[in-house]
């Protein structure tokens, strides 16, 4: 089946790495153009938590990780739109470090006792998994 002459499983895929893409170079943007006010709150959301003396190590991590994600979803959709066989790796590489992201952050989450912080990552992390997933089979 095809939609405006594009089969469907190629608009799906292209929204699935668009979608990431966007999420996690945003994410992690945020977090190297505003890194001192992120940094700021991170330290105060953590510092009840077994990681509040760890905050300043693991910043440049979620940055990298989210950054990456995202740029390489980006590049996953710009490989797929000009019909490369590396598109979906690429996407799905994108995916997979967002997931990784996504679980370090709940993780986090977790550690703090933000229950509801947690529960908000939910959604992203299913729609990282499901799009990984539809690269994969």
Not at 4 to 8: A, D, H, V
């Given at each position: 089946?095809?939609l ?5 499983l ?74 490369s ?53």
């Open positions: 089946m095809t405006l002459g594009f089969p469907i190629l608009i799906v895929k292209l929204l699935f790495a668009a979608f990431s893409g966007v999420l996690f170079t945003q994410s992690g943007l945020d977090k190297v153009f505003h890194y001192q006010g992120n940094l700021d709150y991170f330290k105060d959301h953590f510092k009840k938590s077994p990681l509040a003396s760890t905050v300043g190590l693991l910043m440049p991590v979620i940055t990298l990780l989210e950054t990456s994600a995202g740029l390489i979803s980006l590049a996953g959709l710009v490989l797929l739109l000009a019909g066989d590396l598109g979906p790796t690429t996407a799905a590489l994108g995916m997979c470090l967002g997931g990784v992201s996504l679980v370090s952050l709940f993780f986090g989450q977790r550690l703090a006792q933000d229950y509801a912080g947690a529960a908000v990552l939910v959604p992203y992390f299913l729609m990282t998994v499901a799009g990984l997933a539809l690269y994969a089979f």
